[in-house]
């Protein structure tokens, strides 16, 4: 028998990344994000106004010590305004990216594992892809009533094929591995296979696809807020401000200008975040990024 | 031009380092001379390939480099030439064929078309001269049928046709010097015999000094004329390969020496009579349905791919059965019958007793104890992502053994593989190849099994690495009296670890029987074949001694 051998073991790897080493956009990117993220938890004291009154004598009021942006056209302060509709961007980008992984996930775990299920499930999702987003999101608003959860269902629907997609073929490529062979030899339950051994394969690029679905859900609910499909115009969210605002673009720029800066802002730093992430858990892709 | 005594190439006190400043490679001298061959040998991570690379200029830049020394090709310094120099260098003065042929060629280029590329850019030959010359090379490799060839695209050709094609590119516009790095590793035996017959045949025509890099001491004897011994970036040992191989001085070449499993079959073991049989198969048969479904409208209905036909083989407890056969000869999908991860198409397997072939995955379950399977790539078969205590209690525990148990088996078992049992709550990252290989194997002792079948098993792991996992094999069988069905391409390994031996070709058995008989004494004409093209079979590693024809 031969003697136990002497284990040479490295230091613990680092699986955090490396503070020093982010790159400058990327420390901008997370604070322009933690203090939007701020601004709506905190919105009632940050916010120097209600966002809602109407103040027919202060229409259309320049910036000023008292309204930090000026007013609306209904007397609304647009500071006020711009950061109660933070909380709606948020709420709709974190509740899609939550709901559309927690459907998606499963579906394509079980898509990938199951060869019969896997052709009829992904000829249902190459439906859903086929319908135009924005155009489900309007169909499915313009039916019921519109609200933060119809809004969030309608751009969670079409995200889901992205999700499923994702896990699916990462499944794929994992469920041929070795150690997930021998799980099956062993007599593991296909539950434990399925979470234990290809679920977590499958965790860092749905980190990384959502941030991009985050960011994109929060653009849509914009555009819908927009197009007048969205959440109520009584509710204040970037995309009424700039759709309230647009009507007087020429005579006062400012109040389309601040919302989109917000909008552009927080889609940029997420965004950016993402690719932090992607970097971090996927190195070769951010070498081939540099090369 | 140089008088053949000349060196072609010179390394001079070569020293790579990281970037960080981490010695890769430490003062390397060796040299070439036209139509020699200097054969690098070394294990893992030795530093061959490195030293390959620095003399082509193809270091990874920002990861290594060359801190000191120099390399001459032809009294030119290649670290002190400038980029576009270099470029003209390689192809011309140099050339390189790497492992593996099909990833080093460009999938969608015709073959002829990217032997063409090398003559476009380093000659002024018009396009008629240019096709003249790539016929020439495609005809002086030996490939059948150069018209058709010269057309066809990579996916089309087999792997050893490939590796003709590499070294058709690599040797069509004279090279002074051919680096060759581990050329014939990914190939089968007969295939890789007739690669080396070429590379010698192609030297000795054109004078070409030829680097090899091989971790194989098969083929340091058949092609080498002196060869330097690499360990941990340094040359350990150098000379003649006759001199070094018959009386190495150093105590590491003699352990790789050493480490080189022998040809001679193992001692036949005493049977014991009455040893129940553990695996029956029983004319196994596997067809892959064709692609697109055998249905057709008009016709006959497309036949499937017949992978194994007609296997049949008992195995009993405390014996080895080895299946060898060259790539795609269906031994692999035999082992995969028998573990059911395929299903067969026809036959039976009996694992003691029980017939397993037709039973469907949920009455399989309490069956997949008796049976179980250590895979190729040690970096594979175990979960990165858990410890490799998690990995030893799965299998136990799916089968109603407590966790305080079933850890404390995985304990033991890494202590009866070699491993401290400490060690348990350790991730596999922290492992290497062979500790990896070892767990994979406690993994499948936990399991008590009354069959291991190990494919290709110690395929990827370094000679005296190797050496160590079969051993620990032979230890577990002593002791636990499990059977071992060992699939390999490997004879040498066949020879040393089994008692009785399956030669297959073409999906079916060409030979079956007992060990000493049918390595020692081929009956067919193919397993003749199969012994005659092992490397190194001209050398006795046991006396140290060329073998006489």
Same mark, same amino acid.
């Given at each position: 028998?031969?003697k136990?051998?002497?284990?040479?073991?490295?230091?613990?790897?680092?699986?955090?990344v490396?503070l020093?080493?982010?790159p400058?956009?990327?420390?901008?990117?997370?604070?322009?994000?933690?203090?939007?993220?701020?601004?709506?938890?905190?919105?009632?004291?940050?916010?120097?106004?209600d966002p809602?009154?109407?103040a027919?004598?202060?229409?259309?009021?320049?910036a000023?010590?008292?309204?930090?942006?000026?007013?609306?056209?209904?007397?609304?302060?647009?500071?006020?305004?711009?950061?109660?509709?933070?909380?709606?961007?948020l709420?709709?980008?974190?509740?899609v990216?939550?709901?559309?992984?927690?459907?998606?996930?499963?579906?394509g775990?079980?898509a990938?594992?199951?060869?019969?299920?896997?052709?009829l +499930?992904?000829?249902?999702?190459?439906?859903?892809?086929?319908?135009?987003?924005?155009? +489900?999101?309007?169909?499915?608003?313009?039916?019921?009533?519109?609200?933060?959860?119809?809004?969030?269902?309608?751009?969670?629907?079409?995200?889901?094929?992205?999700?499923?997609?994702?896990?699916?073929s990462r499944?794929?490529?994992?469920?041929?591995?070795?150690?997930v062979?021998?799980a099956?030899?062993?007599?593991?339950?296909?539950?434990?296979?399925?979470t234990?051994?290809?679920?977590?394969?499958?965790?860092?690029?749905?980190?990384?696809?959502?941030?991009?679905?985050?960011?994109?859900?929060?653009?849509?609910?914009?555009?819908?807020?927009?197009?007048?499909?969205?959440?109520?115009?009584?509710?204040?969210?970037?995309?009424?401000?700039?759709?309230?605002?647009?009507?007087?673009?020429?005579?006062?720029?400012?109040?389309?200008?601040?919302?989109?800066?917000?909008?552009? +802002?927080?889609?940029?730093?997420?965004?950016?975040?993402?690719?932090?992430?992607?970097d971090?858990?996927?190195?070769?892709?951010?070498?081939?990024?540099?090369? | 031009?140089?008088?053949? @005594?000349?060196?072609?190439?010179?390394?001079?006190?070569?020293?790579?380092?990281?970037?960080?400043?981490?010695?890769?490679?430490?003062?390397?001298?060796?040299?070439?001379?036209?139509?020699?061959?200097?054969?690098?040998?070394?294990?893992?991570?030795?530093?061959?390939?490195?030293?390959?690379?620095?003399?082509?200029?193809?270091?990874?830049?920002?990861?290594?480099?060359?801190?000191?020394?120099?390399?001459?090709?032809?009294?030119?310094?290649?670290?002190?030439?400038?980029?576009g120099?270099?470029?003209?260098?390689?192809?011309?003065?140099?050339?390189?064929?790497?492992?593996?042929?099909?990833?080093?060629?460009?999938?969608?280029?015709?073959?002829?078309r %990217?032997?063409? #590329?090398?003559?476009?850019?380093?000659?002024?030959?018009g396009?008629?001269? *240019?096709?003249?010359?790539?016929?020439?090379?495609?005809?002086?490799v030996?490939l059948?049928? $150069?018209?058709?060839?010269?057309?066809?695209y990579?996916?089309q050709l087999?792997?050893?046709?490939?590796?003709?094609?590499?070294?058709?590119?690599?040797?069509?516009? #004279?090279?002074?010097?051919? $680096?060759?790095?581990?050329?014939?590793?990914?190939?089968?035996? @007969?295939?890789? %015999?007739?690669?080396?017959?070429?590379?010698?045949?192609?030297?000795q025509?054109?004078?070409?000094?030829?680097?090899?890099? @091989?971790?194989?001491m098969?083929?340091?004897?058949?092609?080498?004329?002196?060869?330097?011994?690499?360990?941990?970036?340094?040359?350990? #040992?150098?000379?003649?390969?006759?001199?070094?191989?018959a009386?190495?001085?150093?105590?590491? @070449?003699?352990?790789?020496?050493?480490?080189?499993?022998s040809?001679?079959?193992?001692?036949?073991?005493?049977?014991?009579?009455?040893?129940?049989?553990?695996?029956?198969?029983?004319?196994?048969?596997?067809?892959?349905?064709?692609?697109?479904?055998?249905?057709r409208?008009?016709?006959?209905?497309?036949?499937?791919?017949?992978?194994?036909?007609?296997?049949?083989?008992?195995?009993?407890?405390?014996r080895?059965?080895?299946?060898?056969?060259?790539?795609?000869?269906?031994?692999s999908?035999?082992?995969?019958?028998?573990?059911?991860?395929l299903?067969?198409?026809?036959?039976?397997?009996?694992?003691?007793?029980? #017939?397993?072939?037709?039973?469907?995955?949920?009455?399989?379950?309490?069956h997949?104890?008796?049976?179980?399977?250590?895979f190729?790539?040690p970096? *594979?078969?175990?979960?990165? *992502?858990?410890t490799?205590?998690?990995?030893?209690?799965?299998?136990?525990?799916?089968?109603?053994?407590?966790?305080?148990?079933?850890?404390?088996?995985?304990?033991?078992?890494?202590?009866?593989?070699?491993?401290?049992?400490?060690?348990?709550?350790?991730?596999?990252?922290?492992?290497?190849?062979?500790?990896?290989?070892?767990?994979?194997?406690?993994?499948?002792?936990?399991m008590?099994?009354?069959? $291991?079948?190990?494919?290709?098993?110690?395929?990827?792991?370094?000679?005296?690495?190797?050496?160590q996992?079969?051993?620990?094999?032979?230890?577990?069988q002593?002791?636990?009296?499990?059977?071992?069905?060992?699939?390999?391409?490997?004879?040498?390994?066949?020879a040393?670890?089994?008692?009785?031996?399956?030669?297959? %070709?073409h999906g079916?058995?060409?030979?079956?029987?007992?060990?000493?008989q049918?390595?020692?004494?081929?009956?067919?004409?193919?397993?003749?074949?199969?012994?005659?093209?092992?490397?190194?079979?001209?050398?006795?590693?046991?006396?140290?001694?060329?073998?006489?024809?």
């Amino acid at each position: 028998m031969s003697k136990p051998v002497t284990l040479s073991l490295p230091a613990p790897r680092r699986r955090f990344v490396n503070l020093a080493r982010v790159p400058l956009t990327s420390a901008l990117a997370l604070l322009v994000l933690v203090l939007i993220i701020a601004m709506a938890v905190f919105a009632p004291w940050v916010a120097n106004h209600d966002p809602v009154a109407l103040a027919p004598a202060f229409r259309l009021k320049p910036a000023s010590a008292e309204f930090w942006l000026g007013t609306d056209a209904y007397g609304r302060d647009l500071f006020s305004r711009i950061v109660y509709g933070a909380r709606i961007s948020l709420t709709v980008g974190l509740g899609v990216t939550v709901l559309s992984i927690l459907i998606g996930l499963p579906l394509g775990l079980l898509a990938g594992y199951f060869r019969r299920l896997d052709a009829l +499930l992904m000829r249902v999702m190459d439906g859903l892809m086929a319908i135009p987003g924005i155009l +489900l999101a309007i169909a499915i608003v313009s039916l019921s009533s519109a609200g933060v959860w119809t809004v969030m269902v309608a751009i969670m629907v079409p995200e889901i094929p992205q999700v499923v997609r994702l896990v699916r073929s990462r499944v794929l490529s994992t469920r041929e591995e070795p150690y997930v062979e021998a799980a099956v030899l062993m007599g593991t339950s296909t539950f434990k296979i399925l979470t234990r051994h290809l679920m977590p394969n499958t965790l860092a690029p749905l980190i990384v696809q959502g941030t991009y679905i985050c960011a994109s859900a929060i653009l849509t609910e914009a555009i819908l807020s927009f197009l007048g499909a969205g959440i109520g115009t009584e509710i204040p969210t970037w995309g009424n401000i700039i759709a309230e605002g647009r009507v007087y673009f020429q005579l006062k720029p400012s109040l389309v200008l601040w919302a989109g800066l917000a909008l552009s +802002l927080c889609i940029l730093s997420i965004n950016l975040l993402g690719d932090v992430a992607r970097d971090a858990l996927d190195p070769r892709m951010k070498k081939r990024g540099a090369a | 031009m140089n008088s053949p @005594t000349q060196d072609t190439l010179q390394v001079e006190h070569l020293c790579v380092n990281t970037a960080d400043g981490k010695p890769i490679l430490q003062d390397i001298s060796f040299n070439i001379r036209a139509g020699e061959t200097l054969c690098l040998v070394g294990e893992s991570g030795s530093g061959k390939s490195v030293t390959s690379l620095a003399t082509l200029g193809l270091l990874p830049k920002g990861a290594l480099q060359v801190a000191g020394g120099r390399i001459v090709l032809d009294g030119e310094d290649v670290l002190h030439v400038s980029n576009g120099r270099l470029k003209a260098l390689r192809g011309s003065r140099m050339a390189m064929i790497f492992q593996e042929p099909m990833t080093a060629l460009n999938p969608v280029l015709s073959v002829g078309r %990217q032997i063409d #590329e090398v003559l476009q850019t380093h000659t002024d030959l018009g396009a008629a001269q *240019r096709r003249a010359q790539v016929m020439n090379a495609l005809e002086q490799v030996h490939l059948p049928d $150069i018209e058709r060839i010269h057309d066809a695209y990579p996916h089309q050709l087999s792997g050893g046709q490939r590796q003709r094609i590499m070294i058709a590119m690599a040797l069509v516009l #004279e090279p002074r010097l051919l $680096i060759a790095d581990e050329p014939t590793t990914a190939l089968d035996v @007969t295939t890789q %015999q007739q690669i080396l017959k070429l590379i010698r045949e192609l030297q000795q025509k054109h004078g070409t000094a030829v680097l090899f890099i @091989t971790h194989d001491m098969g083929v340091v004897v058949d092609i080498a004329d002196r060869v330097c011994v690499m360990r941990q970036g340094r040359i350990v #040992e150098a000379g003649a390969v006759d001199a070094v191989l018959a009386s190495p001085r150093e105590d590491y @070449t003699k352990s790789l020496l050493a480490a080189v499993p022998s040809l001679k079959p193992r001692a036949a073991r005493r049977e014991a009579q009455s040893a129940q049989v553990v695996l029956d198969v029983s004319e196994l048969g596997k067809v892959y349905p064709p692609a697109g479904g055998s249905w057709r409208w008009f016709g006959k209905p497309r036949e499937g791919t017949r992978a194994v036909h007609d296997v049949s083989f008992t195995l009993k407890r405390g014996r080895t059965l080895g299946i060898v056969g060259e790539s795609g000869s269906g031994k692999s999908t035999v082992a995969r019958c028998v573990m059911r991860l395929l299903a067969p198409s026809h036959g039976a397997i009996r694992v003691t007793g029980k #017939e397993i072939s037709e039973l469907s995955a949920a009455s399989l379950k309490p069956h997949r104890k008796r049976i179980q399977m250590i895979f190729q790539d040690p970096n *594979r078969s175990l979960n990165p *992502r858990i410890t490799i205590g998690k990995s030893l209690i799965e299998g136990p525990m799916n089968h109603g053994v407590s966790h305080a148990e079933a850890w404390a088996r995985g304990q033991q078992l890494l202590e009866l593989v070699g491993l401290p049992a400490d060690a348990i709550g350790r991730y596999p990252h922290q492992f290497s190849g062979g500790q990896r290989q070892r767990i994979a194997i406690a993994r499948a002792l936990a399991m008590e099994p009354d069959v $291991i079948v190990a494919d290709e098993a110690v395929s990827a792991l370094d000679v005296s690495v190797q050496a160590q996992v079969l051993q620990l094999l032979d230890d577990i069988q002593q002791r636990m009296g499990v059977a071992i069905l060992f699939i390999t391409h490997d004879l040498r390994v066949a020879a040393q670890l089994c008692d009785d031996v399956l030669v297959m %070709q073409h999906g079916q058995v060409i030979e079956y029987g007992p060990a000493a008989q049918v390595l020692a004494d081929p009956r067919q004409p193919y397993t003749q074949q199969l012994m005659g093209a092992v490397s190194g079979k001209g050398w006795d590693f046991a006396t140290g001694q060329r073998v006489q024809p």
